[in-house]
């Protein structure tokens, strides 16, 4: 058995402490640690995907108690590649806080961000439910402390209305779990595939109550309309890099959705069949018409991303509500790019804030570092509103390919393509106010008092987002190998047999009870 | 019992989401209690209502109660208890710093962008 699993939930788990404890007022030592803890997490997460690549499911037994009575992690192609994508994407947002100084403007940072890192990587990782919901609550924790770093009273609102939100959330996803045991009598998830396969149809009331309250749970992390309407204040308000973090936690609300509506509820299973196809496919539809129209209606930067992110969740809940190989392959290639189109997006209206000490889309003085700034802003723009060469287009082509079969294929493309087109027009506006109009209105240079808050931005800042902009390019050029991987993922999702079979079959301890329940 | 517990539960919650719908940090904060409340004896009583029975299987023992829930409860309470005190802290800055205790106002820099 593979102890090497579990890793890169311990490692953070260890390295936070230890930067509370030993590193405290230093903040030099607290960012080598901290980077060398990312760049660790990503050696482990490419060895475990390099491992499952083929196919084989990976697990570990906590204190070897045998699956359906003690907590497995599962490791399999899906949830690798998502551990990989979090730790890359956690680098380049690493060495961004660094070199813009928002690590130093508040207490704690490392340590809240090696937490937070724990329970991204834990959700994704683990088999159990109940487990799931535990690291759901170590992120959120760790989020409510990131959000309102470095203070301030609009970030304390936003972060009271985020924090009250989410533990709104938990407490359905408790309800959600409750239900769940008392209809089946187990948590892990490749038991509760093979149990809920077996429940009558006449006894399904309770389980399809769980199936959406845990739905609703999962939208509402993942911000699907109409429960979208803590996420542009949050993320907004947030520090920028916090917010480039939080572009994968979205992705957690998907992930989850993923692999809950494929593995315990699939598609085809009578007990909850017809009960997402009547609305949660019109969900995704309107949340991605209304993150396209928050794009062209913000005044700020920061607000204008923000909407992007939601109308980008919308592309992939589009992809997902299909549930089938094609939908869900398309969906997880649109995730890895929408995740880092968000990050580049929300760092670059950190350099606006940074180079004018605002970042209101009006005409006003040009800023330090323009040139670049503009160079970087109209890269990413083209990446989230999905116009060639950049994957965002290739991405809205898969959607737009595997959701021909559909039932509601006119209003899909319909709806991809014009909530495109506005976006490309909001993202234009504010591009060509913020940048181009600059150069039209005269510097009043005595009664500015942006003036001392404006410095340019650093090297490290750029290189961050250089980074995360050559991912980009890459996740372009290798389309094709990377839509072929997330295809065969998509097709092991719909055959769960092997990863039941891993996880049930494989003796523990108490494998064989003398009297069960 | 079921008919008291299933109701006891019933009230916490309405209870819970009348306040939390009052939308003023105090009222809300004593609402989401309540709610974690009722979701604790929710999880408690999904492995079945037992009287007295020990939450150990062994050797001669015939009738006992499902430890499982019992493990959930602990953890759920932990978890609700430690998040209450977070969103006190944060709450309680937030109204300290803008005098304003809403919790559905849009943050200063919303308004600031309606009037520019």
């Known amino acids: 058995m593979s102890h090497w699993i579990i890793l890169p939930i311990v490692l953070p788990a260890l390295m936070a402490p230890f930067i509370v404890l030993a590193a405290r007022f230093h903040i030099g030592i607290q960012r080598v640690f901290s980077v060398v803890g990312v760049l ?128 709104i959330g938990s407490t359905l996803f408790l309800f959600a779990l409750g239900a769940i045991y008392a209809e089946t009598g187990t948590l892990n998830m490749a038991d509760l595939g093979r149990r809920v396969a077996e429940i009558g149809p006449e006894e399904t009331v309770g389980i399809r109550v769980a199936a959406v309250l845990l739905l609703l749970v999962f939208a509402i992390k993942a911000a699907l309309v109409p429960l979208h309407f803590w996420l542009p204040s949050s993320y907004a308000e947030a520090p920028a890099p916090v917010a480039a973090l939080f572009a994968i936690m979205t992705k957690v609300g998907a992930y989850a959705i993923i692999r809950v509506y494929t593995m315990i509820f699939p598609p085809d299973l009578d007990v909850t069949s017809n009960l997402l196809e009547t609305w949660f ?77 605002n970042v209101d889309v ?55 393509l014009i909530s495109s087109l506005i976006s490309v027009v909001g993202f234009a506006r504010a591009g060509s106010t913020v940048f181009w109009k600059s150069h039209g209105t005269l510097p009043d240079l005595d009664t500015d008092e942006n003036k001392e808050v404006a410095t340019p931005p650093t090297i490290l800042s750029y290189v961050a987002i250089g980074g995360l902009f050559a991912l980009l390019v890459l996740h372009t050029v290798f389309a094709g190998q990377v839509h072929g991987y997330t295809t065969d993922i998509a097709r092991d999702l719909f055959a769960p047999q092997a990863y039941n079979s891993i996880v049930l079959d494989t003796p523990g301890k108490l494998s064989k009870p003398s009297e069960g329940h | 019992m079921e008919v008291l517990v299933a109701s006891a539960i019933g009230v916490l919650t309405a209870a819970g989401i009348y306040l939390v719908l009052r939308l003023r940090t105090f009222p809300v904060i004593l609402g989401m209690s309540l709610l974690t409340y009722a979701v604790n004896v929710f999880l408690f009583a999904s492995g079945r209502l037992t009287i007295g029975a020990p939450p150990i299987l062994r050797d001669g023992v ?55």
């Open chain 2, 62 to 116: 015939t009738t006992y109660t499902d430890p499982l829930p019992q493990a959930l409860v602990l953890t759920a309470i932990v978890i609700s208890f430690g998040m209450t005190a977070v969103v006190v802290m944060i709450g309680l800055g937030a109204f300290l710093g803008s005098d304003d205790d809403h919790v559905d106002d849009q943050p200063q820099g919303a308004d600031a962008e309606q009037q520019s």
């Open chain 1, 362 to 416: 009006t005409a006003q003085i040009p800023m330090a570092g323009t040139f670049l700034t503009a160079g970087m802003f109209f890269a990413g723009a083209i990446a989230m509103a999905g116009l060639p060469p950049l994957s965002g287009f290739l991405g809205k082509l898969l959607i737009l390919q595997a959701s021909v079969s559909a039932d509601l294929v006119v209003w899909v493309w319909a709806v991809v």
């Open chain 1, 40 to 167: 660790l997490l990503i050696a482990l997460a490419a060895g475990l995907a390099w491992h499952v690549a083929d196919g084989t499911v990976i697990y570990y037994r906590l204190s070897d108690w045998a699956a359906p009575f003690g907590i497995v992690l599962v490791g399999d192609r899906l949830s690798t590649m998502m551990v990989l994508l979090t730790v890359v994407l956690a680098l380049f947002v690493l060495l961004y806080a660094i070199g813009s100084g928002w690590d130093s403007r508040g207490d704690h940072f490392h340590a809240l961000f090696q937490f937070q890192l724990m329970g991204i990587l834990g959700a994704f990782l683990t088999g159990d439910l109940f487990n799931l919901f535990v690291f759901f609550e170590v992120l959120l924790i760790a989020s409510y402390g990131l959000m309102i770093h470095a203070g301030g009273n609009d970030r304390l609102k936003a972060g009271t209305q985020y924090v009250l939100y989410n533990l």
């Open chain 1, 281 to 357: 496919l019109p969900a995704a539809l309107i949340s991605c018409a209304i993150g396209a129209i928050g794009v062209l209606a913000a005044r700020k930067m920061d607000r204008l991303v923000a909407f992007a992110v939601v109308g980008s969740m919308g592309m992939v809940m589009i992809a997902i509500s299909l549930f089938t190989p094609q939908g869900i392959g398309a969906a997880l290639y649109y995730i890895i790019h929408s995740t880092l189109a968000a990050a580049v997006l929300f760092l670059v209206s950190d350099l606006i804030r940074t180079g004018r000490g």
